[in-house]
């Protein structure tokens, strides 16, 4: 079973080294649209696979980080972060060229991160996983990621390097906040614990084994 939960940002880069003179050499911003891609082997209590509204908590938080942000390749000339640095309250250093494909790995590594630091309390499947993200730069071009891809694409450091202005940690990195816990505190995050309101098998598998005709009482 795979789920799609799709969220947005607003969002300012320079892609350095591309073909795209405008891209590589001006300052430019996107409305993205990220696509999150949840697959898991069985369904929780409800009959879900992961509840959209649990998305809205730190994977929500993360992406909202990026929003109405400036991010930057930590390789680009020191003159230029400075200034970066110096004029936006709202930036985020990246170890990598941030191009929507680098963009999606990340995202998906990073959904990952939250997921595995995170307690799930309603039956979920051990094996649930981000296991793609599509990242629309624009309305006519987007990246698409899998796992597969993180084999020759991706280093896994590259979560740890990220750095982050003051204003984003103060806002989401604070002390105590569940986004803190998983990416600096090495802690575990619980989900809440829903009330059981009906005593069934939410997917009928196994309760209408017998039932062999439509039943139109």
Known sequence: MIIRKQ???EMGHI???CS???CAHSQHGHSAI???LL???KLDNAGMLYDFGLMKGTIKQFIDMFDHCYVFWDKDDPEFIEYIKKYNERWISLP???TAEMLSLMFMNAINWILTGTIKNNGETSDLRCTGVIYHETATGYAQCSLADNNNMWCPENIHAMKFSPAIVKEQFAAGSELRMIFVGLRNVTNPEPFKQVNANPTGIGENAMQTKLDLN
């Open 7 to 9: 969220f947005s940002v």
């Open 15 to 17: 892609v350095r080294n």
């Open 20 to 22: 795209s003179a405008r």
């Open 34 to 36: 990220i696509e999150v």
């Open 39 to 41: 697959e898991g082997s």
């Open 96 to 98: 990598f060229n941030p």
